[in-house]
């Protein structure tokens, strides 16, 4: 276990920067950090910190802000128990430093940095003047695995590449909505057969609490894949947890992929959304009252018929968050299993 401080000095909205370049064995090896390092026997946080900015930096530091804790592992071997600060009062004359190269950086330019993807996150709290924190971050190897704020697991994604597939880049959640990362989904739609042949699709009314799309109507059930899972294993957790759907591996059939863009505002944010989805069908039979729906996610449930549904996201009516052409792949499926079932001898 160690204990270090890591610093970012502030001045006319830059960060100043460490570039790690100048060591070869080196775990942050051309990475951009703060300015710290290890406790010395006795220090308290502060001594270390002072001490480090010194030899660092040239600077002797006046006012400076403990932000958060930072609770690192790497590899499920090794653990880093890291005080963050800020500071932005500091005198003297600046020094190379023989850690890298210092630099200040524009703060709107810091994300564009080669940075350790949990870094991300703290910049984030930092910049939104999040009040003090603990953030845990478990690594194995440069990937992330694990995030944790103030006690509550974060969801991680994976990102893609242009041909669908994850790149080994794995990003917070809310995070990739702001930068309209593109990542995956499963969707799962629950389908009636009614007597006239016609079909009904069951459309889950999103959640007040949800943070896009709040009190619409959606897919039956959807949700992002978690970093290292597959589509179906995520798309059976969803329609589980979402309305108390157990579904076999058998049960839900998968009729293709969609992929969707979208760019929004909510809740005074930028909202960007780049969804590779697996899109699949359920029709066992199921009672609509005896579903246990998670209050968080869905305020309600009511079944619609396809045409019906088909045109509110055609004419892309108020109160409704569906794609046109996933509809329709979900009508065409219908209606070819239709046509088979009527060929049938």
């Not at 066992?284 to 009511?302: C, F, G, N, W, Y």
Request: with cysteine; proline share 4%.
């Amino acid at each position: 276990m160690k204990l270090t401080t890591l610093c970012y000095l502030e001045r006319d909205e830059k960060y100043l920067m460490l570039h790690r370049i100048k060591k070869q064995k080196d775990v942050n090896k051309d990475k951009w950090i703060g300015i710290g390092g290890k406790f010395e026997f006795g220090e308290s946080p502060e001594d270390c910190l002072l001490r480090e900015a010194k030899e660092e930096t040239g600077y002797e530091l006046f006012s400076y802000r403990l932000r958060g804790i930072v609770t690192f592992l790497f590899n499920d071997e090794e653990a880093e128990y890291m005080f963050l600060y800020t500071a932005d009062g500091f005198a003297g004359e600046p020094r190379l430093c023989d850690e890298g190269t210092l630099e200040w950086i524009p703060k709107k330019d810091v994300d564009a940095l080669n940075l350790w993807e949990g870094d991300r996150l703290f910049f984030k709290l930092m910049n939104e003047e999040r009040p003090f924190f603990s953030l845990k971050l478990h690594y194995r190897g440069d990937r992330l695995c694990e995030a944790v704020l103030d006690g509550r697991p974060l969801e991680l994604l994976d990102v893609l590449n242009v041909d669908g597939e994850p790149s080994g880049l794995v990003r917070e959640r809310g995070m990739v909505h702001e930068r309209g990362d593109y990542h995956r989904t499963s969707h799962v739609w629950i389908v009636r057969r009614m007597p006239d042949r016609s079909c009904e699709l069951l459309l889950q009314k999103r959640s007040r609490e949800k943070d896009s799309f709040a009190g619409c109507y959606d897919i039956s059930s959807a949700g992002h894949i978690p970093a290292g899972e597959d589509y179906l294993p995520s798309a059976r957790r969803e329609l589980f947890e979402e309305l108390g759907i157990l579904a076999g591996p058998d049960d839900l059939t998968r009729i293709g992929f969609v992929d969707s863009l979208y760019e929004g505002v909510f809740q005074g944010k930028p909202f960007r959304n780049h969804e590779k989805s697996a899109v699949y069908v359920y029709e066992k039979p199921i009672d609509e009252t005896a579903l246990l729906l998670q209050a968080s996610e869905v305020e309600s449930v009511r079944w619609f018929p396809l045409d019906d549904a088909l045109r509110a996201a055609r004419e892309q009516e108020p109160g409704f968050c569906l794609h046109a052409d996933e509809v329709g792949m979900v009508g065409k499926y219908i209606a070819e299993s239709l046509q088979k079932d009527r060929e049938q001898p």
